[in-house]
């Protein structure tokens, strides 16, 4: 069964210090680990796609890189406007589906 | 309007009524997702369409029933729920023939059933 797990659960962080989110994943063949923004009352906003081990991707402080097990996001120099809960999913399989496998996200907060 | 719009933002019911959710996407998309979202839980595929065909019910109770009329439009209709279906569902859409697509979602609607 494709699973995908995230940590840590919640993360506080002061402005300006850099840390990094884990996403871990068991899947059979996968296609593709996203990575999408959700802030509260709103609906996921999405990131990066990562396809292959090694892979990197970035977005102004934000760095996504992906191994066969597993991705970061790096967060570099954090602003309070990074707070958010961060959301990885995998799709996976042989075929074109469209099955995403969501990780529970990590709530991130970043004070001033 | 662009992006893709949920309606009402949000909702509260009772066990025996029957209300519908809608979403609309102005993307030219050809894809629409259902999802629902509740606290401390992962993200949970209910419907999936593709070119308005229904290929995915994620094993989904019978009181939530899907209706997409054409690509741009996607109903939930709603009927005899309990307290438990209280969550936020989240409606996106996607284009199945690129390759680096992910989801837009819209931004929900927070259903409460009292």
């Known amino acids: 069964e494709d699973q995908v797990t995230q940590s840590p659960e919640a993360l506080r962080l002061q402005e300006g210090e850099s840390s990094s989110l884990n996403c871990s994943y068991t899947v059979s063949g996968l296609r593709g680990l996203f990575w999408y923004r959700q802030d509260p009352g709103k609906g996921p906003e999405f990131l990066f796609t990562l396809y292959s081990a090694g892979e990197e991707k970035e977005k102004e402080r934000l760095k996504a890189t992906l191994t066969k097990k597993e991705s970061f996001l790096h967060i570099t120099a954090p602003k309070p406007e990074d707070s958010a809960t961060y959301l990885c999913a995998v799709q996976a399989g042989l075929v074109d589906g469209q099955n995403f496998v969501f990780g529970p996200g990590t709530r991130l907060s970043v004070l001033p | ?114």
Request: proline letters at 5%; charged letters at 20%.
């Open chain 2, 1 to 114: 309007e662009t992006g893709v719009t949920q309606t009402p933002r949000h909702l509260v019911m009772g066990m025996t009524n029957k209300k519908s959710l809608k979403c609309e996407q102005h993307l030219g998309h050809n894809a629409m997702y259902w999802y629902k979202q509740s606290a401390k839980k992962p993200l949970e595929l209910m419907f999936v369409y593709n070119f308005k065909e229904q290929t995915e019910n994620n094993s989904v109770p019978s009181r939530f029933s899907p209706e997409c009329p054409n690509s741009s439009h996607l109903f939930l209709h709603l009927h005899t729920l309990q307290p438990e279906d209280s969550a936020l569902y989240l409606c996106a859409s996607s284009q199945r023939d690129r390759g680096d697509y992910g989801y837009t979602f819209g931004s929900g609607t927070r259903l409460t059933v009292v």
